[in-house]
């Protein structure tokens, strides 16, 4: 993992010289800064009042790359928090960016938004095949704390989609899902 300067004095409790050091390295392009620089504003260790709202760098560090912050604007759309309207489009099209580089929280709230029946037109197939691929990715990675979670499907995403697809259905949403590649570097998968 890339050190961004900011992250030492996150780590002694200096968050207000962290966010200077992060809006510094994110103006020259640095997405993991930008991303830092939400999650502080987020997390109201820095005043919004001072740095910009954490949507703004959320967004910005998307642009510039980064997966996990496309994610954090795609859960802003689905849930209509920092100051939007709840809106499932615009959920779909961020978590799809960081789904299709691998990213599996995306991955997970895609297959989530498809088994929930909140993508028009459903497309049980397709959301058969991200809840696959989620499932895949936590077998890849399974100290992610999610992993467990996907792992088990409690929400029973899964059985809900396989319910509502034919035979012939649910071997295509198996073959996309075995025959699907990451597209792009995803700088933060």
């Known amino acids: 993992m890339r050190v ?3 992250d030492a004095a996150a780590r002694l409790g200096r968050p207000e010289q962290a966010a200077k050091f992060y809006k510094s390295e994110a103006n020259r392009g640095g997405a993991g800064a930008a991303l830092h620089l939400g999650q502080l504003i987020d997390q109201r260790q820095v ?8 949507l703004t760098w959320f967004r ?4 510039l790359g980064s997966m996990q912050a496309c994610h954090n604007v795609g859960v ?7 100051g939007l309207s709840k809106d499932y489009v ?8 960081a789904a299709a580089t691998g990213y599996m929280l995306s991955q997970y709230n895609l297959g989530s938004l498809y088994a929930n029946n909140h993508i028009v037109p459903p497309n049980d197939v397709e959301g058969l095949k991200w809840v696959m691929l989620r499932q895949m990715s936590a077998t890849r990675d399974p100290v992610q704390p999610l992993s467990r979670w996907v792992l088990q499907d409690l929400p029973d995403h899964k059985r809900r989609l396989e319910m509502r697809l034919s035979d012939v259905q649910l071997w295509e949403a198996r073959k ?9 570097s995803g700088a933060d998968r």
């Open 90 to 97: 615009q959920a779909q099209a961020y978590y799809f960016k």
């Open 47 to 54: 005043s919004a009042a001072t740095y910009g709202s954490a």
């Open 4 to 6: 961004i300067p900011g």
């Open 176 to 184: 996309l899902a075995e025959e699907w590649q990451p597209t792009g």
């Open 76 to 82: 802003a759309y689905e849930y209509g928090t920092h």
């Open 60 to 63: 910005e560090a998307c642009k």
